[in-house]
């Protein structure tokens, strides 16, 4: 009898660090997050390593930085063959493994997204909760089976109904799934869509949240002075302030969705407990990324490296195996997941695995303060001038330092944004490569981010220091020197 652990991995879709109440937020209902956290080990210090969702998921499936993989952006064609995915590795030493909702390796615009050789035996899928797709999407099929049209509900007042919506078919899709009799562990990625935008919770949930309750994004009136000197780099939206978006308004909303996920992660674990397998269970909660929601003025994801959008929830639990109710302030980074995982199974970490295991954390056996010296989050998303179209002269018109300009047509090619962020125990640098443009942040005296020091004369020499660590960094992580050497020549 195989006695390793179960994992079950619930991965939500752009929930912010800050969204849970065992943690700190008053104004969420989160009860069964709490628990997790009152049980198991929360790591308060965790980032993403892409602040959007296909690079970020690559990574924490494979313990390797984008740029390392070679996946670094939504919308993309393919998915590389190699390494393979953590799911992968386990379904070949004798896991069961499923996925219900997305994956998001690849694009799934104008088609269900391609498999891979995943790992996965079991595979209910679902991108998002819209019924976009002839064919090949579970969840959609589930609806009208139900005896319900997407498209109506959607744009409904009331929204999809609990009883119909996506994050309700992915608990029961879990349910059916840890029901199944087998007498081999098992692994179960849930990755439900929600508290993605749209905003559109169902309204009994909704109603839960009063907007006038609600404390509101971190804005400042110099927010939208600093926005306007990244104008020209990517985002998804506008810059408004929190009177113009109806900021808590969406507030409100985003806080009624995680009520909703919270009530739905809560059958799963009853599930558990009901079928005596909560004991020898891993259950991971975490995210892909955070969310903007109106703090300096921005709203959804893109690029940018502020705290709401790169740091996300972590949470492991395993009572009786893992250390109960710790708060973890250790720089972590979601590639960390993967060979946790590997460990848990029993395997082998390979080589080129970037992921650095928190078990010896979870288990007690290293102090909960320090796994990290630094952080590190890309952004690097060059767009094919041939078939996307974009402003032209957009980049070439961003001063690069020292008054030169990137030549129009040797950056033709690569129009788009290219950035990094390096943060340490105190600072938080980002550079946004091509365009002299940066953000420099002192975390300790200024955790929401309203003071750019990157032009403060007092913090030059603090800029050169983490730009030197920065670049490093990148290189020495992120770049791929070929095949292994064989011979001096």
């Not at 559109?200 to 006038?212: G, K, S």
């Not at 969406?250 to 995680?258: D, S």
């Not at 295991?357 to 288990?363: V, Y």
């Not at 938080?428 to 942040?441: A, D, S, T």
Request: hydrophobic share 35%.
């Amino acid at each position: 009898m195989d006695d390793r652990p179960n994992i079950l991995w619930y991965c939500t879709d752009q929930q912010r660090f800050d969204t849970i109440g065992a943690l700190g937020n008053r104004y969420v209902q989160t009860p069964t997050m709490d628990g997790l956290v009152d049980q198991g080990v929360a790591f308060t210090r965790a980032y993403c390593q892409s602040p959007i969702c296909t690079p970020s998921r690559s990574s924490f499936l494979t313990g390797m930085y984008p740029t390392r993989l070679h996946n670094t952006r939504n919308g993309n064609e393919s998915f590389p063959t190699h390494p393979p995915l953590v799911t992968k590795l386990l379904k070949d030493s004798g896991y069961e493994c499923g996925l219900i909702g997305k994956l998001h390796l690849q694009s799934s615009g104008q088609r269900t997204e391609p498999r891979v050789d995943d790992g996965y035996s079991f595979f209910k899928f679902s991108h998002a909760p819209r019924d976009d797709w002839p064919e090949g999407h579970d969840y959609a099929d589930w609806v009208r089976e139900q005896g319900g049209d997407l498209d109506l509900l959607r744009l409904s007042d009331d929204h999809v109904p609990p009883e119909l919506h996506q994050t309700k078919w992915a608990s029961d899709m879990a349910i059916d799934f840890i029901d199944r009799e087998r007498d081999t562990p098992w692994l179960l990625s849930v990755n439900i869509y929600d508290p993605h935008p749209p905003f559109t919770p169902p309204r009994t949930y909704a109603d839960r949240f009063d907007p006038i309750d609600m404390p509101g994004p971190h804005f400042r009136d110099s927010d939208l002075e600093q926005q306007a000197q990244l104008e020209a780099v990517d985002f998804q939206g506008e810059v408004l302030t929190p009177e113009q978006r109806d900021a808590k308004v969406v507030q409100a909303l985003y806080y009624a969705m995680i009520a909703h996920i919270d009530d739905q992660l809560a059958r799963i674990l009853r599930e558990l407990d009901d079928t005596g397998q909560r004991d020898n269970t891993v259950v991971i909660l975490t995210t892909d990324h955070g969310e903007t929601l109106g703090d300096h003025g921005l709203m959804e994801k893109g690029c940018r490296f502020y705290e709401g959008l790169v740091r996300v929830p972590l949470i492991f639990s395993w009572p009786g195996h893992f250390s109960g109710s710790l708060r973890s302030n250790a720089l972590v980074e979601l590639l960390d997941i993967m060979p946790t995982v590997l460990e848990l199974a029993g395997l082998e970490v390979p080589d080129y695995v970037q992921g650095k295991s928190l078990l010896p954390i979870l288990c007690g056996e290293a102090p909960s303060d320090h796994h990290r010296d630094f952080v590190r989050c890309e952004y690097f998303d060059a767009i094919d001038t041939e078939s996307a179209a974009r402003p032209t002269g957009q980049l070439g018109r961003v001063s690069v330092g020292h008054g030169d300009k990137p030549d129009s047509d040797s950056f033709d090619r690569q129009r788009g944004s290219w950035a990094t962020m390096y943060r340490d125990q105190r600072y938080k640098l980002v550079v946004y490569h091509g365009m002299g443009l940066g953000e420099l942040y002192d975390l300790h005296e200024d955790p929401w981010e309203f003071d750019n020091l990157w032009d403060d004369t007092a913090h030059q020499s603090t800029k050169a220091d983490l730009v030197f660590a920065s670049f490093d960094s990148h290189v020495l992580l992120t770049t791929d020197v070929g095949s292994r050497r064989i011979a001096p020549m």
